[in-house]
């Protein structure tokens, strides 16, 4: 019996290890089944991307041809356009549609390039100054248009110093232009400031959270960066930046903020990532756009080793401010001793109230900080003043902390033309009470100089006096004020502002400079003003601002330490010619810009640039060949054409056997130059230039060749242009008239 027991036991086992055994396979194979199918499906999914991608890229080529043949048919319609009439503004609109179609197809490549890790940047130099003045009055117009005012705030003036610097600068406007359209497309009242300042990496970090206040909205521009930290996805973007490395290394901090609609705070991560918009819906005269915008903004700033974030405003406040951080090499900077007003020189509890305090008026007086909140080569007492009429109270703000705060000067701000006119009332009695008290205590044998006070102050006999820091001046000149009325003309009713001007000009006094800035509206009879007023096209930022700072003694002594203290007429000759919208009514002024159009005017001939030469276009594009051989043959050229590199290369190997059968005379290239389409059926441009370049070593002779490629400044395409041994290349393939004697003049001028 217990053997029949052990042995159904063992059946049992047996039984339930095999089915088991058997189910387990099952499952092994419904696994391996589903694994397989799964590689397969990736497999396939894999084939599909790349295919995709493959398809991106030939669709790439195809659409920038066909763009570039849009832009090349729009300049030649715009030859036979009238400049005012309704076809010139059509081909206007169409030329910004191409624009735009561009811009996009670059964005979606370009962040393909990022997530790839094949996107690199340039290190050309370029000037930080004229990069930001050129992107705020880019978009300035177009605030304008919404009674949007669009600020660049100059902040300490650090800019000033680090103004040299090599980095990517088409990636960073790229960056700017994506905030600031940002800002303009969601702001419809109110202002949008671009604040700017830079640093050397070494500053402690631990001031970071003392963000001075240099707004309404609390957000500071002498603040440091308190960056969110960003998600592991954003984190794999970041690549070694090895320009923070280098001991020249200039770490610069960005600020755009606007008084628009704002960024909700639960969106201020994902509002980074791409395809994603914080406004889902959009009224009919938004543009929705493609949400990339941010998305390959903070990915360029991680390749340019700094981060993006969005500053939380005060509770109340409108808009948003996005911050960032990117670090570039700086070419040459002014002496560390002759430094202006930065973080680098400041002591931390010294930011707030060098920076802080906003005053919500209609009429303020700034006057000097006191001395323990301003560095050693500053001093207290300020001899210049400077009167600012603007109805901008953002722009005024910004205008008057910047003179008070770093330059030294005494500021009054109106925005009312009633106060306009008290003011200098008030003024003009100081003024001629001092003059009045330096008079006779320079004939009583003792030379006094008292600062020009606050409007409410009075005059007192027993006021002490102090003398003049720094400036080597005698007592006769130090007597000498200096006063700078700088005037919104859209501020008030032209005329009154006009009859307060002729009122205060009327017996002033003869020992203080005076120098009228008048910022233009149209309709302005600016023949009236007198000759050493300036009149000035806004926004006045800048490189419009110095200019007109430059006749302000502190300015050229802290901010400008190298410009000479020349005579003023001297000084307004150079600002006349360095700025082109500003217009002095002064006769020798206008001489000097005068020659200065006949020099121009001058040097062009009136034959065609290009004649007598011979250009060989080759181009498979019908559109492209069509716009590249008018537009050479309206250069003055003789044209030849083909349609691929295998007739290109016939037509020189014919050129060069024709001179060889003349006789045994030094043969000359057939043709001058040739345009060379770099991606072509048959034979590309690539493998025809070789082939060029080895039956042209059979003769001794070279033939320039321009390269047309359809791709952007990559590093890889350019490299590959130069190895097969082109010459130089156009980009885009934007057939150019302007870039293309630009190609031309380049080669000549290598060659000589």
């Known amino acids: 019996m217990l053997i029949i027991l052990m042995m159904v036991s063992m059946a049992i086992s047996i039984i339930t290890f095999v089915v088991l055994t058997i189910r387990g396979a099952r499952r092994e194979m419904y696994l391996c089944s589903a694994l397989i199918n799964q590689m397969?499906?990736?497999?396939?999914?894999?084939?599909?991307?790349?295919?995709?991608?493959?398809?991106?890229?030939?669709?790439?080529?195809?659409?920038?041809?066909?763009?570039?043949?849009?832009?090349?048919?729009?300049?030649?319609?715009?030859?036979?356009?009238?400049?005012?009439?309704?076809?010139?503004?059509?081909?206007?609109?169409?030329?910004?549609?191409?624009?735009?179609?561009?811009?996009?197809?670059?964005?979606?490549?370009?962040?393909?390039?990022?997530?790839?890790?094949?996107?690199?940047?340039?290190?050309?130099?370029?000037?930080?100054?004229?990069?930001?003045?050129?992107?705020?009055?880019?978009?300035?117009?177009?605030?304008?248009?919404?009674?949007?005012?669009?600020?660049?705030?100059?902040?300490?003036?650090?800019?000033?110093?680090?103004?040299?610097?090599?980095?990517?600068?088409?990636?960073?406007?790229?960056?700017?232009?994506?905030?600031?359209?940002?800002?303009?497309?969601?702001?419809?009242?109110?202002?949008?400031?671009?604040?700017?300042?830079?640093?050397?990496?070494?500053?402690?970090?631990?001031?970071?959270?003392?963000?001075?206040?240099?707004?309404?909205?609390?957000?500071?521009?002498?603040?440091?960066?308190?960056?969110?930290?960003?998600?592991?996805?954003?984190?794999?973007?970041?690549?070694?930046?090895?320009?923070?490395?280098?001991?020249?290394?200039?770490?610069?901090?960005?600020?755009?903020?606007?008084?628009?609609?704002?960024?909700?705070?639960?969106?201020?991560?994902?509002?980074?990532?791409?395809?994603?918009?914080?406004?889902?819906?959009?009224?009919?005269?938004?543009?929705?756009g493609t949400g990339l915008g941010l998305g390959i903004t903070q990915s360029l700033v991680h390749l340019m080793g700094g981060k993006i974030s969005i500053i939380d405003k005060k509770i109340g406040a409108k808009g948003a401010c996005f911050r960032f951080n990117i670090f570039l090499i700086a070419c040459d900077h002014q002496p560390q001793e002759r430094q202006t007003f930065s973080v680098n020189n400041a002591r931390e509890d010294d930011l707030e109230s060098h920076f802080g305090g906003y005053i919500s008026s209609d009429s303020y007086h700034y006057s000097v900080a006191s001395s323990n909140s301003i560095t050693s080569h500053q001093k207290p007492e300020s001899s210049s003043t400077v009167i600012l009429f603007n109805r901008e109270e953002e722009r005024s703000r910004v205008l008057s902390r910047f003179m008070t705060r770093i330059i030294g000067l005494e500021v009054h701000v109106m925005r009312r033309h009633e106060q306009f006119s008290q003011t200098l009332k008030k003024v003009k009695k100081e003024i001629i009470n001092f003059s009045s008290y330096n008079s006779a205590s320079s004939s009583s044998g003792k030379s006094k100089e008292i600062p020009l006070s606050a409007l409410d102050g009075t005059y007192d006999d027993h006021i002490p006096s102090f003398q003049r820091r720094g400036r080597g001046l005698n007592s006769k000149s130090a007597l000498i004020r200096f006063i700078m009325i700088i005037i919104d003309t859209s501020a008030g009713p032209i005329r009154e502002i006009t009859r307060a001007m002729a009122e205060f000009r009327k017996d002033f006094p003869k020992n203080v400079s005076l120098r009228v800035v008048w910022l233009d509206k149209p309709g302005l009879d600016d023949d009236k003003l007198p000759s050493t007023d300036i009149v000035l096209t806004k926004p006045l930022h800048g490189s419009c601002l110095y200019h007109v700072l430059e006749f302000v003694p502190e300015f050229r002594d802290k901010i400008l330490p190298t410009v000479t203290h020349e005579t003023k007429d001297e000084t307004t000759s150079r600002m006349r010619i360095q700025q082109p919208p500003m217009r002095s009514r002064s006769p020798p002024l206008e001489a000097k810009s005068q020659d200065v159009s006949t020099d121009v005017n001058g040097s062009s001939s009136n034959n065609l640039p290009l004649t007598g030469k011979k250009i060989l276009v080759v181009e498979d594009n019908a559109i492209l060949l069509m716009v590249c051989k008018r537009m050479v043959s309206q250069l003055?050229?003789?044209?030849?054409?083909?349609?691929?590199?295998?007739?290109?290369?016939?037509?020189?190997?014919?050129?060069?056997?024709?001179?060889?059968?003349?006789?045994?005379?030094?043969?000359?290239?057939?043709?001058?130059?040739?345009?060379?389409?770099?991606?072509?059926?048959?034979?590309?441009?690539?493998?025809?230039?070789?082939?060029?370049?080895?039956?042209?070593?059979?003769?001794?002779?070279?033939?320039?060749?321009?390269?047309?490629?359809?791709?952007?400044?990559?590093?890889?395409?350019?490299?590959?242009?130069?190895?097969?041994?082109?010459?130089?290349?156009l980009p885009d393939k934007r057939i150019d008239r302007d870039e293309l004697l630009k190609a031309i003049d380049y080669i000549e001028h290598r060659n000589v």
């Open 40 to 288: 397969e499906a990736t497999q396939q999914a894999e084939r599909k991307s790349m295919n995709k991608s493959t398809a991106f890229v030939l669709a790439n080529h195809d659409i920038r041809a066909s763009l570039a043949g849009i832009s090349g048919l729009i300049e030649m319609c715009r030859a036979n356009a009238s400049p005012k009439s309704e076809l010139q503004k059509n081909l206007n609109h169409m030329e910004t549609c191409t624009n735009n179609l561009l811009a996009i197809l670059n964005s979606i490549l370009d962040q393909s390039k990022i997530e790839e890790g094949k996107k690199q940047l340039e290190q050309k130099e370029f000037n930080m100054e004229d990069l930001l003045e050129y992107v705020v009055n880019l978009f300035y117009q177009k605030g304008a248009m919404n009674n949007v005012d669009v600020i660049l705030d100059p902040c300490d003036g650090s800019i000033k110093r680090f103004c040299r610097v090599k980095g990517d600068k088409t990636e960073l406007e790229r960056i700017l232009t994506n905030l600031l359209s940002n800002a303009v497309k969601f702001t419809s009242e109110g202002h949008i400031t671009l604040r700017v300042w830079a640093r050397k990496p070494g500053f402690d970090q631990s001031s970071n959270n003392s963000a001075p206040n240099t707004s309404n909205s609390g957000i500071g521009c002498m603040s440091c960066l308190l960056l969110h930290n960003n998600n592991e996805a954003s984190a794999e973007l970041q690549v070694p930046n090895k320009v923070q490395n280098d001991p020249n290394c200039v770490e610069f901090i960005f600020e755009v903020e606007d008084t628009g609609k704002g960024i909700p705070k639960e969106k201020h991560k994902s509002v980074f990532e791409n395809y994603v918009q914080v406004n889902e819906t959009t009224s009919n005269h938004e543009q929705p």
């Open 636 to 729: 003055g050229a003789t044209t030849y054409t083909c349609k691929n590199g295998e007739q290109a290369l016939a037509h020189v190997r014919k050129g060069l056997s024709d001179q060889r059968d003349i006789g045994p005379s030094t043969p000359s290239p057939p043709f001058d130059y040739i345009l060379m389409d770099c991606e072509m059926p048959v034979m590309d441009g690539y493998e025809a230039t070789r082939c060029i370049r080895e039956e042209e070593a059979r003769y001794g002779i070279r033939i320039p060749i321009i390269a047309l490629t359809a791709h952007s400044a990559e590093e890889e395409i350019i490299a590959k242009i130069f190895q097969v041994g082109m010459d130089y290349y």
